[in-house]
């Protein structure tokens, strides 16, 4: 553990500013949408219009730090559900997981912190508390297993895409779109996580941390289980943990990248990777 902390030290604070930033943009664009104070809320009443806008601007937050240079660094996670998947498929050393977890929730939780510094009480206001993720009216009954649904979706989506040598560089494009499309659509049944280090950061400040169980269970079992299948397939390799696999951008995982698409990657291992690289998963 000491020797992932002297080595990928960088990335864990990557992936903690990471989260941190997403959360202070998910933050920023509920007041502007949903306190009862803004002039954008009161231009637009249908919640299904401010939903659309709320995708496009989360979507494009994903993105944007998925393609960001500190996201191609630590491989834009970001999500402790996204890291236990690779750490099951034998691409994140146990060490490196748990410090991105760890990192994540820390991130997270700055994050809405910096975000309640900056909006003042219209970020508490019970329109917008913290932008926590709650159950629709139908509860948890149909919460917890909307959660699985769109966790196993988007990694299912992942694996594919990051590990087919013509789609690989899009991944965080793709995953921006589900983003946004999951915002539009699925938010009014669960509130729409994806994230237990999301929903744990805006629960710790707004107090609704009785619904938390759902978003701190449903995403890992989604992505765990999107894996479990992909592994299954015929011909199915996993090459690395990356969201973005960057040319020239030094790797902290378990990666095969380079050896697979050489010409393609120009991909530097890390200088700290003491242990050899798994064989891709198949």
Same mark, same amino acid.
């Given at each position: 553990?000491?020797?992932?902390?002297?080595?990928?030290?960088?990335?864990?604070?990557?992936?903690?500013?990471?989260?941190?930033?997403?959360?202070?943009?998910?933050?920023?664009?509920?007041?502007?949408?949903?306190?009862?104070?803004?002039?954008?809320?009161?231009?637009?009443?249908?919640?299904?219009?401010?939903?659309?806008?709320?995708?496009?601007?989360?979507? &494009?937050?994903?993105? !944007? %730090?998925?393609?960001?240079?500190?996201?191609?660094? +630590? /491989?834009?996670?970001? *999500? #402790? @559900?996204?890291?236990?998947?690779?750490?099951?498929?034998?691409?994140?050393?146990?060490?490196?997981?748990?410090?991105?977890?760890?990192?994540?929730?820390?991130?997270?939780?700055?994050?809405?912190?910096?975000?309640?510094?900056?909006?003042?009480?219209?970020?508490?206001?019970?329109?917008?508390?913290?932008?926590?993720?709650?159950?629709?009216?139908?509860?948890?009954?149909?919460?917890?297993?909307?959660?699985?649904?769109?966790?196993?979706?988007?990694?299912?989506?992942?694996?594919?895409?990051?590990?087919?040598?013509?789609?690989?560089?899009?991944?965080?494009?793709?995953? &921006?779109?589900?983003? !946004? %499309?999951?915002?539009?659509?699925?938010?009014?049944? +669960? /509130?729409?996580?994806? *994230? #237990? @280090?999301?929903?744990?950061?805006?629960?710790?400040?707004?107090?609704?941390?009785?619904?938390?169980?759902?978003?701190?269970?449903?995403?890992?079992?989604?992505?765990?289980?999107?894996?479990?299948?992909?592994?299954?397939?015929?011909?199915?390799?996993?090459?690395?943990?990356?969201?973005?696999?960057?040319?020239?951008?030094?790797?902290?995982?378990?990666?095969?990248?380079?050896?697979?698409?050489?010409?393609?990657?120009?991909?530097?291992?890390?200088?700290?990777?003491?242990?050899?690289?798994?064989?891709?998963?198949?």
């Amino acid at each position: 553990m000491n020797g992932a902390l002297r080595a990928h030290w960088p990335e864990y604070l990557m992936e903690a500013a990471g989260l941190g930033l997403f959360m202070i943009s998910a933050c920023a664009f509920v007041v502007l949408l949903e306190w009862p104070g803004s002039p954008v809320h009161r231009a637009l009443p249908e919640p299904f219009l401010r939903r659309i806008l709320m995708g496009l601007a989360m979507g &494009g937050t994903a993105i !944007a %730090l998925i393609y960001s240079p500190w996201g191609r660094r +630590s /491989g834009a996670h970001y *999500n #402790p @559900a996204t890291t236990l998947t690779f750490l099951r498929l034998g691409k994140v050393r146990p060490a490196d997981a748990g410090a991105y977890v760890l990192a994540q929730c820390a991130g997270g939780a700055a994050g809405v912190g910096v975000a309640a510094l900056l909006l003042g009480p219209r970020v508490s206001d019970p329109a917008v508390r913290y932008a926590a993720t709650l159950p629709g009216p139908a509860g948890a009954v149909a919460a917890w297993p909307a959660e699985v649904v769109i966790a196993f979706v988007m990694m299912t989506m992942v694996l594919h895409v990051s590990n087919h040598p013509r789609w690989m560089r899009r991944t965080g494009l793709y995953a &921006g779109a589900l983003v !946004a %499309l999951y915002i539009t659509f699925e938010a009014p049944i +669960s /509130g729409m996580s994806l *994230n #237990p @280090a999301r929903s744990l950061a805006s629960a710790l400040y707004a107090g609704t941390l009785t619904p938390l169980w759902i978003y701190l269970t449903a995403p890992p079992l989604g992505m765990l289980m999107a894996a479990e299948l992909y592994r299954r397939g015929p011909g199915r390799r996993v090459y690395c943990a990356k969201l973005d696999h960057a040319p020239g951008v030094a790797c902290p995982f378990n990666c095969s990248m380079g050896d697979a698409f050489p010409a393609r990657s120009g991909i530097q291992p890390a200088a700290s990777s003491h242990t050899p690289p798994l064989a891709a998963i198949r």
